[in-house]
């Protein structure tokens, strides 16, 4: 699943060719597309149309396109699943495999959802009243609603957020009897972290994800949180990790910060700091990938509170 740095890559390369664009019709072409829009098909192609776009956001890895205030202020939340796409195409382009949403603009482009899983999709929802906000975000003088929808109001901060606080995020980790990496995948905690980057900062760091937060120091979880940042913003320059053709940017170019990685994918390789062979083991039905020495496995004392 896209992480923060391929979301806000994406996110990046819309804003570019949407923001001032105006929606002129929208075409379903599969219905698992739109399954979360509560008012179904027809009242998605309806509430877009004529719709200009005035921006394009993300929070972590969640998306939105931000749509012109009306009678019906909503945004357009895009979820993106294991491999959605969101491309631009001049009309008439012949149709990407997989095609399951276009939104014709009125610059002779459009605006292609494409996702051969059928696990991402988009729907309309409402602003959020600031109450939902996440508390660093609240703002108990100002009663107008913030530009955040709906459902994606609970997700936290992500380290490139004006908002975001590493002191609150700290915290909050040091509150959780629970796997350190278990903690970073946990969005409401610190959002825009996947499996991928979350093994790059534990290497960063010297930390194994099995480490209980509650016992790290609150020095060790600043660092941790650093490194998260840093290997981010590294691939970030890169447009992200690609693995296969499922994440592209909006031209469909891949990005290519899986040659920088230092720990995951690389199980039987040597660790690029110490030497020692890195090692692969399950966690939560994916794969963690360490370094053993670097990265020593807690022991039962270290893990006690």
Known sequence: MPELPEVETVRSGLE???????????EVLHPRAIRRHAGGEPDLIGRLAGKQV????RRGKYLWIDLAESADRAALVVHLGMSGQMLIARVGTPDHTHLRVRAVLDDENELRFVDQRTFGGWHLDDYAPD????PENRDTTDPSPTDI????????TDPFDPAFDPDRVVDRMRTKHSEIKRVLLDQTVISGVGNIYADEALWRARLHGAR???TISRRKLRELIAAVT??????LKVGGTSFDALYVNVNGQSGYFERSLNAYGRAGEPCRR???IMRREQFMNRSSFFCPKCQRPPSARSNAP
């Open 149 to 156: 929808p709906m459902s994606v109001a609970h997700i936290a």
């Open 16 to 26: 570019t060719h949407l923001v001032g664009r105006v929606v002129t019709s929208t």
């Open 230 to 235: 840093e290997v981010m913003a590294a691939a």
């Open 212 to 214: 209980i937060a509650e």
């Open 54 to 57: 005035t921006g394009v956001r």
């Open 274 to 276: 110490c030497g020692a």
């Open 131 to 134: 109450v939902y906000a996440p």
